[in-house]
């Protein structure tokens, strides 16, 4: 079946710009989350859906970031007023239910912030 | 909250040997413990994972160990292949419900044929 699909594959921004990232995650799977890979390093967390609500958004690192998930499938990251270290690729992954942690990973969208 | 160390940051084997990445975890709640392989531009995979009611597990040429005493995990993967060239995660998180995962810096493998 279609996994984790996420749109754009890359985006190139100006600093101070807005900017959309979506995600569209494996059919039924309740839960998704967001995350931020730099490059040479491991995913880190941004924030989770369970549903439509935000469940932990710990990980956003700042009010510049958004997300939302209005009809408990497709998510939207937003950034408000880009910065150059904002440019990463940002993954997203979903899992099936409370029952388990497996998490499955989108192709992640690459932001160049310049 | 958890912290999660790996090890070594890379390794090379020749084609045939056997290669083992170590992964060591900060929170005794943790009891969930997946591993994913990321291909050069592509999405992390997942590949194998581990709970903490068991001790190892195995999935062909690729296994998985856990000493929750020691609060550490390993993979290893036998008879390496030139495809099994990647970066390989580790990662933590509790089982319970949905969690985030908390992730190792990686492991970057290089199977020399």
């Known amino acids: 079946g279609a996994g984790v699909s996420q749109t754009p594959s890359n985006k190139v921004t100006e600093k101070g710009k807005y900017v959309e990232l979506r995600c569209d995650p494996i059919?039924?799977?309740?839960?998704l989350y967001w995350y931020r890979q730099s490059l040479g390093q491991g995913p880190e967390f941004l924030i989770y859906f369970q549903g439509t609500g935000a469940a932990d958004d710990s990980g956003l690192p700042n009010d510049r970031f958004f997300a939302v998930r209005p009809e408990g499938s497709v998510s939207t990251l937003k950034i408000q007023r880009t910065e150059r270290g904002d440019s990463a690729v940002y993954l997203c992954a979903s899992s099936p239910n409370r029952l388990t942690n497996e998490q499955f990973f989108g192709p992640g969208t690459r932001l160049t912030v310049l | 909250g958890e912290n999660v160390e790996q090890h070594p940051s890379t390794l090379s084997v020749q084609e045939g040997d056997s290669a083992v990445i170590k992964c060591t975890y900060s929170?005794?709640?943790?009891?969930?413990f997946p591993w994913y392989k990321q291909e050069l531009g592509k999405r992390p995979q997942l590949i194998i994972d581990?709970?903490?009611?068991?001790g190892e597990k195995k999935d062909q040429r690729i296994a998985v160990t856990l000493n929750k005493t020691a609060k550490h995990f390993s993979l290893h993967i036998t008879e390496t292949q030139p495809e099994d060239s990647a970066v390989y995660f580790c990662a933590a998180s509790l089982n319970s419900g949905n969690t985030p995962l908390v992730f190792g810096k990686g492991t970057r493998l290089s199977v020399i044929a």
């Open positions: 059919s039924g799977h309740t839960a």
């Open positions: 929170d005794s709640a943790s009891n969930y």
């Open positions: 581990i709970r903490s009611n068991v």
